[in-house]
């Protein structure tokens, strides 16, 4: 296998007190990785000068397809928010209804039903797995919900029996966020390979990368022509190289170009995710005490890994999130934060989703760190993280 380019994401500046030496050796809390003969591919299609959608894209929808078993239809996007948001219009979502999404997920979630007219109506989620809680969800439904947006946040699979089950019974269209789970299993069977509507999203933080991106797998082939329409201008092309425009929809292909970088990072994917497992298997040897904090759900070896959460415990020694970020980052650790709750927003509290309405998302939005977590990490790297923490704890 070729040698992997490692390319830093959210390395941060020097600080007061921070030598050259430990920045040098600077840990983020997530980097892609992508070899050689990727970035060759790529060289590839600029010369070609074909650099827009074309060949590279449908190569890469059918492997996408393939990967998920070959049974289901998948169309790429240039990035995760339009195909939310365009798999919501083809589901038939209109100003009015309602959508019911977690508090805990990140914002775009959310906010592809606002830009529709439509309402998110909130629900809490569980503290550990950050899957929305299926009795909350059955106690908001009205007549005018319309769909649910289970997110498989972290790359752990939601309870998609319970989901699709209560969908059922209701007569709902459900639409899976899963934008961090490319390559999760549920109870065998990867996300996108079953079920109505799955999104993934493929930005440059993500298991597999085309430095932005998306895509949506459906099992009609009716829908994947609708979802082709909805990402060009509304267009049908016909084959004497006319068109006709059947509705005022936006712009959201994919690029030859970010198609190279998805096939050349897809032969790595089932790699990848399982390097990613190793990893959180050691986070968890080292911290599945809880000692310095809780962590998040373990799932099975279907679990991606998309991110690696700790609920740290506070202390007077270590009062706070911003406290912890800035002495790790001087140890030369990057954490993230992933994710405010959606009514620790201005958007969504001025919707009347006010605060301690959701008390398990809105501590993990005040309290979460993301801990580094890539396949080009070793197992020390995971030790150093983990004897950080127990010092910038220290109370």
């Not at 029996?161 to 934008?179: C, P």
């Not at 895509?215 to 084959?239: C, D, N, P, W």
Request: proline share 4%.
């Amino acid at each position: 296998m070729p040698p992997y380019v490692k390319i830093s994401v959210g390395r941060q500046s020097l600080g007061d007190g921070e030598s050259e030496s430990t920045m040098s050796n600077y840990l983020p809390f997530t980097r892609p990785t992508i070899d050689e003969q990727t970035i060759e591919s790529v060289a590839e299609v600029l010369r070609s000068g074909w650099i827009t959608t074309g060949p590279k894209v449908e190569q890469f929808e059918q492997g996408l397809c393939d990967y998920l078993g070959g049974e289901r239809r998948v169309r790429a996007f240039l990035h995760a928010t339009g195909a939310l948001e365009e798999a919501l219009v083809m589901a038939g979502i209109q100003p009015g209804d309602e959508v019911i999404v977690p508090a805990m997920t990140f914002a775009a979630t959310a906010n592809v039903v606002v830009r529709l007219g439509a309402k998110p109506v909130l629900v809490d989620v569980d503290l550990k797995s950050r899957s929305l809680l299926l009795d909350q969800t059955a106690a908001v439904l009205t007549s005018r919900t319309r769909a649910i947006m289970p997110v498989h946040l972290n790359g752990l699979a939601v309870d998609l029996d319970g989901v699709y089950a209560l969908a059922k019974q209701h007569r709902l269209r459900v639409v899976e966020d899963a934008a961090q789970a490319i390559g999760t299993l549920y109870k065998g069977r990867k996300l996108g390979s079953f079920g109505d509507i799955v999104v993934f999203s493929f930005h440059a933080n993500k298991n597999l990368t085309t430095i932005e991106g998306g895509a949506v797998s459906v099992a009609s082939a009716e829908e994947a022509q609708m979802l082709e329409i909805l990402r060009f201008h509304g267009i049908t092309k016909f084959a004497d190289g006319t068109m006709d425009v059947t509705r005022a929809a936006s712009k959201h292909n994919m690029t030859d170009v970010a198609a190279a970088v998805g096939l050349g990072q897809l032969k790595h994917l089932d790699e990848f995710n399982r390097k990613r497992r190793q990893l959180a298997h050691r986070y968890f040897e080292l911290l599945g005490d809880e000692q310095l904090g809780v962590v998040p759900a373990r799932g099975d070896e279907g679990h991606s890994w998309h991110m690696f959460t700790l609920l740290p415990h506070y202390n007077g020694g270590c009062p706070d999130r911003k406290t912890l970020r800035e002495r790790m980052h001087q140890r030369g650790i990057g954490l993230g934060i992933h994710y405010q709750a959606l009514n620790q927003f201005t958007l969504y509290r001025n919707m009347g989703y006010a605060e301690g309405r959701f008390p398990n998302a809105e501590r993990i939005g005040r309290e979460t760190v993301t801990l580094p977590l890539f396949p080009a990490m070793v197992m020390s790297d995971v030790e150093r993280v983990c004897e950080a923490l127990a010092a910038c704890l220290k109370n």
